[in-house]
Nanobody, 123 residues
Framework: QVQLVESGGGLVQPGGSLRLSCVAS????????MGWYRQAPGKQRELVAT???????KIADSVRGRFTISRDNAKNTVYLQMNSLKFEDTAVYYC?????????????????WGQGTQVTVSS
């Protein structure tokens, strides 16, 4: 089992920034990718960004150029830097971990989930 603990959500004004963090523990050897998904009220959960242990990334079109995913393998931690936040970025953000579907892509099958952290963009 892998446990994921997120932090860093909160309330921010449009145009502002937040950084989310997610620390993984447990059977880390079973995963090779981590990432972030989000779910807004009344909508399906969607992929935001993923990153492999080798540094491959996948970023959703809706956040490309505004969000950056990174990781510190030594700390088993993945970060999501969110800049130029918009009202539509409001959602619960979930950290996820799993294994990549293909070795040359950061697209993964998420087997483990964090509890979620709320991000609210409001003026």
């Amino acid at each position: 089992q892998v446990q994921l603990v997120e932090s860093g959500g909160g309330l921010v004004q449009p145009g502002g920034s937040l950084r989310l963090s997610c620390v993984a523990s447990g059977s880390i050897f079973t995963i090779n990718a981590m990432g972030w998904y989000r779910q807004a009220p009344g909508k399906q959960r969607e992929l935001v960004a993923t990153i492999t242990t080798d540094g491959l990334t996948k970023i959703a079109d809706s956040v490309r150029g505004r969000f950056t995913i990174s990781r510190d393998n030594a700390k088993n931690t993945v970060y999501l830097q969110m800049n130029s936040l918009k009202f539509e970025d409001t959602a619960v953000y979930y950290c996820a971990a799993g294994r990549t579907i293909l070795p040359t892509s950061a697209l993964m099958t998420a087997n483990y989930w964090g509890q979620g952290t709320q991000v609210t963009v409001s003026s």
